[in-house]
């Protein structure tokens, strides 16, 4: 699967630190977070990026892409002679965080409402496009990001537009190529002082990664499906006491799949998942808060094939969300999460909760991330009712002057099959360098691998290995 809504938010930063970036990312075309086309969250500390500006269309006419290997290097050739007469001018920029908001992206003013389009481009090298133990296949491809983010300049009050694709073309296996896209709004209302009402729907259609526990039917191409999120909220907050409460929902469709040419139809897939929480938190100080929240949904399949697959949980955590300085600050919570099933052969759940987040900026050029989060996910099987996903992520970025940013990336996921024996548990790494061309350009180049291991009932086993490089456009 590929959604996970508490970890696509950025890591927490203090009020007025995150004020400041906030009106930076307000600036920038390419915002501190986004979301991608793949479902997934990219913040301040993704270190994925993109590639191509019109500087290098001359260069790549001339590059041959007879071998993978020899794709990327050209490429990656292309973009340093692009880089030699590229108009680069002193930045004002020290700081991991300051490298990665590039400030001095304004958007686009039409009258009274701002513009902000981005364009990303990767060129990328897999070792291991199926994600398979046996019969590895290599390939290259290259992959288009574009986005937009619309809002009007207003006093008070927000509301913004947003939509975001992504089109993958594989060089060999044409069978993996996919378009993915998204369009979304979303608001805040300004009550009163300190009351606010949020409110946000999204459409996007999307694919289940290879290798990913959503991809169960190792199709001829990748599973693909539409999603329709909405959520809505009300919070008070900057007292003593803050009150936050919401609820939200999301609809998921699947479009049928092809298995040796054989059409499979998927709807048994179809699922409805409703939720809602409320949250209250209280200052013990000007830098600690603790908090209380209670949490509760329900998963409402349409079909069910096998066996009932429909549940319903609820759940509680006590956490604490410090604010030290503008160089550390972090969230913990730990808790209970209960969760019932009706398929009688499937125990309920009783077990431990918990969500962390964290970032911490020792000296100007270190800054270090940390997040994780538990929770439970749509199945895959006809026969399994849902997937406890736990979830880790670390970073940590330096910059090398002004315009030079390194990072690494470590993450871990495990992933429980309720009600069968299969589990898996995947440990993935990232190592990228970053350059700032210009506030509007940023070149890339990363290195990737990926180990998966599993247990049980036809779990999957697997490695792979990645290279990339890319552009990103953002006026």
């Known amino acids: 699967m590929n959604e996970s809504p508490a970890l696509s938010a950025r890591l927490p930063q203090p009020a007025s630190k995150r004020a400041r970036n906030q009106a930076a990312a307000g600036q920038a075309g390419g915002t501190a977070s986004r979301r991608t086309a793949d479902g997934h969250i990219l913040s301040g500390y993704d270190f994925g990026g993109s590639v191509i500006t019109t500087k290098l269309q ?14 990327v290097a050209a490429t990656f050739g292309a973009i340093i002679a692009a880089n030699s007469v590229a108009n680069a001018q002193p930045l004002p920029v020290y700081t991991p965080e300051t490298l990665l908001l590039q400030p001095g992206t304004k958007g686009v003013r039409a009258g009274n409402v701002l ?7 990767d060129l990328e090298q897999d070792s291991n496009i199926y994600n398979l133990d046996d019969n590895k296949v290599d390939d290259t491809v290259f992959v288009v990001r574009p986005s937009v983010r619309i809002r009007p300049d207003t006093a008070r009050h927000e509301f913004v537009l947003e939509a975001n694709g992504q089109l993958r073309r594989y060089f060999d296996v044409k069978s993996e190529n ?7 709004a979303r608001t805040r209302l300004d009550f009163a002082e300190r009351t606010a009402a949020t409110a946000s729907l999204r459409y996007a259609h999307r694919i289940e990664p290879r290798g990913s526990y959503g991809d169960s039917l190792e199709s001829d191409q990748p599973i693909e499906y539409d999603t329709l999120d909405g959520a809505a909220g009300l919070q008070r907050t900057g007292g003593i006491l803050e009150l936050r409460t919401g609820g939200n929902f999301r609809q998921t469709r699947y479009d049928d799949a092809t298995l040796d040419g054989v059409r499979l139809d998927t709807s048994w897939r179809d699922v409805d998942n409703y939720g809602g929480f409320a949250r209250a938190d209280y200052r013990v100080s000007p830098k600690l808060r603790t908090f209380v929240e209670l949490k509760a949904d329900w998963t409402d399949y349409r ?7 429909d549940s319903n949980g609820y759940g509680a955590l006590v956490g604490l969300r410090m604010e030290v ?7 913990i919570a730990v808790g209970y999460a209960h969760r019932n099933f009706d398929d009688p052969a499937a125990d309920s759940f009783d077990g431990v909760d918990f969500r962390v987040s964290g970032r911490w900026t020792p000296t100007p050029r270190w800054q270090f991330g940390l997040e994780g989060q538990r929770r439970f996910d749509r199945s895959p099987l006809a026969n399994v009712p849902t997937v406890l996903a736990t979830r880790l992520r670390f970073v940590a970025q330096r910059s090398l002057g002004r315009r030079f940013l390194v ?14 024996t299969r589990k898996e548990t995947r440990i993935g790494g990232d190592a990228t360098l970053r350059y700032l061309v210009t506030d509007q350009l940023t070149a890339f180049a990363a290195a990737g691998y990926r180990d998966q291991s599993g247990s049980g009932d036809n779990a999957r086993n697997y490695s792979g290995s990645n290279f990339r490089i890319g552009l990103s456009i953002a006026l």
């Open 407 to 420: 990072g690494t990336e470590v993450t871990y996921d495990n992933w429980d099959y309720r009600g069968i």
């Open 303 to 309: 079909s069910e094939p096998d066996v009932p697959r």
């Open 58 to 71: 001359g260069a790549r006419r001339a590059v041959s892409f007879a071998r993978p290997a020899g794709r």
């Open 325 to 331: 300085s503008e160089l550390i600050d972090g969230e």
């Open 115 to 121: 513009i902000y389009p981005q364009l990303d481009f």
């Open 178 to 184: 996919s378009d993915q896209y998204g369009v979304g």
